[in-house]
């Protein structure tokens, strides 16, 4: 079993940075997948970057490639997600989810993902 607690959202103005973390409870190094998703409201949850069993495989959703950069770091059980230039339709509450035995074809759906935390709200306004 493995839990994961979010951090680092906030409120920040158009243009803005934030860098949101995923801790776990327990080793999430290889053969984990951890990806980050958002949900707004009235929206279903998207997969927005994730890692596929390792630091070195990572994958971004259109929206965000370019701007968004996720790492990992196995020895602190934590993955980042950096979001630099954020726009209001950032806005969302983010989750980090994982799964020890995911397949590539299934790193963008949410259903396929065993633990996932809280959640922590990410706001874009000005």
């Known amino acids: 079993q493995v839990q994961l607690v979010e951090s680092g959202g906030g409120l920040v103005p158009p243009g803005g940075s934030l860098r949101l973390s995923c801790k776990a409870s327990?080793?999430?190094?290889?053969?984990?997948?951890v990806s980050w998703f958002r949900q707004a409201p009235g929206n279903e949850r998207e997969f927005v970057a994730g890692?596929?069993?390792?630091?070195?495989?990572?994958y971004y959703s259109d929206s965000v490639k370019g701007r968004f950069t996720v790492s990992r770091d196995n020895a602190k059980s934590t993955v980042y997600l950096q979001m630099n230039n954020l726009k209001r339709e950032d806005t969302a509450v983010y989750y980090c989810?994982?799964?020890?035995?995911?397949?590539?074809?299934?790193?963008?759906?949410?259903?396929?993902?065993?633990?996932w935390g809280q959640g922590t709200p990410v706001t874009v306004s000005s």
């Open positions: 327990g080793r999430i190094d290889y053969p984990y997948t």
């Open positions: 890692t596929f069993r390792s630091a070195s495989n990572t």
């Open positions: 989810a994982a799964d020890r035995q995911l397949i590539l074809n299934s790193l963008r759906l949410p259903s396929q993902y065993d633990y």
